[in-house]
């Protein structure tokens, strides 16, 4: 069974607003991934954060991790439609387990 | 530099045909990894190679589906006698260390192979 689930399933906002995905797992983890998919593209790594981190920054993105709701969110600051795609959390314990996604849609 | 690259992009077949998916990761990268995304699910772990170690066969689905790594390089994902429950598309990431006990390592996805069984 998957591990890792995001919600909302699908979201959609107009470009530059922020965009809010959450991911909640259920057993322990060394670090969970964040994931971007294009349609017809291969995954793409945004962003890892570790057990033992709270949060982290990267240029737009921002990961926070709460271990003890074994939940992350993965922010998405001043949104462009070129940010559109499907978002995947990855847990990583002993396996690597995928969410099924949240889809984003940002109009312009 | 050169990712990971898969073959064929795309692969219609009939129920009960064998069919064979190829995955060449980055050059250097010890691990190497099988996925299934059916339609509307999550990633779900097929099989992972580490090196000359034996793989984690432990996400195959059932006894059609077999994998090997030849050299520690190329790797061949086989499933014999298709079903339709088979149809999706089949991804293969490799990374550089490959030990998610160690705080993890990226994955390098490639684009996938897009299977559809008649």
């Known amino acids: 069974s998957q591990q890792g689930e995001e919600d909302p399933q699908a979201l959609s906002i107009q470009e530059g607003e922020n965009a809010t995905m959450n991911c909640s797992y259920k057993t322990s983890i060394n670090n969970l991934q964040w994931y971007r998919q294009n349609s017809g593209r291969g995954l793409v790594h945004l962003i890892l954060?570790?057990?033992?981190?709270r949060e982290k920054h990267s240029g737009r993105l921002r990961v926070t991790l709460d271990t003890s709701k074994k939940s992350s969110s993965l922010l998405i600051t001043a949104s462009r439609a070129a940010d559109t795609a499907s978002y995947f959390c990855a847990t990583v314990g002993n396996q690597f387990y995928f969410g099924t996604g949240t889809s984003l849609t940002v109009i312009p | 530099g050169a990712g990971v690259s898969q073959s064929p992009s795309n692969k219609v077949t009939e129920k009960g045909k064998d069919v064979e998916l190829r995955c060449d990761p980055i050059s250097g990268h010890t691990a190497l990894y099988w996925y299934r995304q059916s339609l509307g699910q999550g990633l779900e772990f097929l099989i992972y190679f580490q090196g000359n170690s034996a793989p984690d066969k432990s996400g195959l689905p059932s006894d059609r589906f077999s994998a090997e790594r030849t050299g520690g390089s190329v790797s061949t994902l086989t499933i014999q006698r298709t079903q339709q429950e088979d149809s999706a598309v089949y991804l293969c990431a490799s990374s550089l260390l490959g030990d998610p006990g160690l705080g993890g390592e990226t994955q390098y996805f490639g684009p996938g192979t897009r299977l559809l069984v008649l």
């Open positions: 954060i570790r057990s033992n981190e």
